[in-house]
């Protein structure tokens, strides 16, 4: 069963997924950069606080705790701490491009928590074999959005169509790491539904997905968990599919990814000449 990853500095909201089980909850700290590079996006920029962690941690019993800092800077090791002494389990390195910096983030953590190295620059991508082998480094989480921005690409799962992700998923097993991309819709929502994604992930092993904020766009209890029970419905439906189902399955996935790819690429306004 994957992990469903859900990012909130909500207690009440965070207690109630942890009641559920197989979530990881997710405080978001990220903030610099952030702006400038999804300038005109229609993403969602964290407001979370530093002291939201020992609020979302003091309420969990099953799940673990994931909480993302800034890229390495000149405060990062003060950020650590900060993290660790508020009871963080995980700790999520972002915006790296060389392995040093990973390196040195991990070097810091000292086995204190596992660390995540979240791959969403091309830097990052093209030295994967290099940093993927780094002592405390558990789980390699492929950041789409920021990846496909940084590679120039025109939709945000053009990576799993190029075999980017393919690569980086061989690159994990080989290390002994857990593995896991992106964020997903409910199932039969998004320009690539849900389920679409979601048969991605069962074909390369993926262990953890980050929940898309449809699945609490209205605030409704109700409504998220039965979202949740489509996602396991689908996601058991899925990992029964014979190797041909699943080759197919993949196929028809990425000529969709190229179809809106092409079709977002048309709509872009052409360089003044």
Request: glycine fraction near 8%; charge should be negative.
């Amino acid at each position: 069963m994957m992990e469903l990853i859900h990012i909130t500095n909500e207690p009440a909201l965070a207690q109630r997924c942890d009641a559920l089980g197989g979530f990881r909850l997710f405080v978001d700290l990220e903030r610099r950069g952030k702006v400038q590079r999804q300038a005109g996006r229609d993403t969602h920029i964290s407001t979370h606080q530093p002291d939201d962690v020992g609020r979302v941690r003091a309420v969990l019993k099953h799940s673990p705790l994931m909480v993302r800092l800034n890229p390495w800077y000149e405060g990062s090791v003060h950020e650590i701490e900060r993290a660790l002494g508020q009871g963080a389990d995980l700790l999520m390195l972002p915006m790296f491009s060389r392995a040093q910096e990973l390196q040195f983030f991990c070097q810091q953590v000292a086995g204190r928590a596992g660390v995540v190295a979240l791959l969403e620059t091309t830097g990052a991508f093209e030295t994967v074999d290099e940093w993927a082998c780094t002592p405390g480094l558990q789980e390699i989480y492929l950041g789409l959005n920021d990846l496909h921005l940084a590679a120039g690409l025109h939709f945000m799962f053009e990576p799993l169509a190029l075999g980017w992700l393919d690569c980086v998923a061989q690159q994990a097993r080989a290390a002994g790491l857990r593995f896991g991309f992106g964020g997903i819709a409910r199932m039969h929502e998004g320009l690539l539904s849900g389920r679409q994604v979601l048969g991605e992930h069962v074909r390369l092993g993926s262990g953890s997905v980050i929940l898309s904020r449809t699945f609490h766009r209205d605030q409704d209890w109700n409504s998220f968990v039965q979202a949740v029970d489509a996602l396991r419905v689908a996601e058991n439906e899925l990992q029964v599919r014979n190797a041909a189902q699943t080759q197919a399955d993949s196929q028809q996935t990425t000529a969709i990814i190229r179809q809106i790819a092409a079709q977002l690429a048309a709509r872009q306004p052409r360089p003044a000449p």
